[in-house]
């Protein structure tokens, strides 16, 4: 079952990449004043694949969960490392 999970995933994020270069070609289109019919159906046609897909992941277990504003303000978002970072300073030889 984890390696369709993974799988599912696989297929959600090369839809999402392929939506955002359709949502782009719709933005070209619309700033040119030409029809974007035809790829905002894809673009729309896309979506049901993703709930279908989205749908199969959470039935599988593979559910996540999305942060609310408050959350994610309050994670911790720091460099790891404590230490000075070596610039062109650390490098220079007297």
């Known amino acids: 079952m984890d390696n369709r999970l993974n ?30 019919a035809e790829a905002s159906m894809q673009v729309m046609a896309m979506r ?8 199969e992941r959470n039935r599988l277990g593979g559910e996540e969960r999305l942060l609310n504003v408050d959350e994610r303000l309050k994670l911790e978002c720091r460099a790891v ?10 490098r220079r030889v007297r």
């Open 48 to 55: 049901v694949v993703m709930l279908g897909l989205i749908g």
């Open 7 to 36: 799988e599912i995933r696989r297929k959600i994020r090369f839809l999402r990449s392929e939506m955002l270069s359709a949502e782009q070609a719709i933005r070209q289109h619309v700033n040119r004043d030409e029809d974007c």
């Open 81 to 90: 490392g404590k230490g000075p970072l070596k610039g062109a300073r650390g």
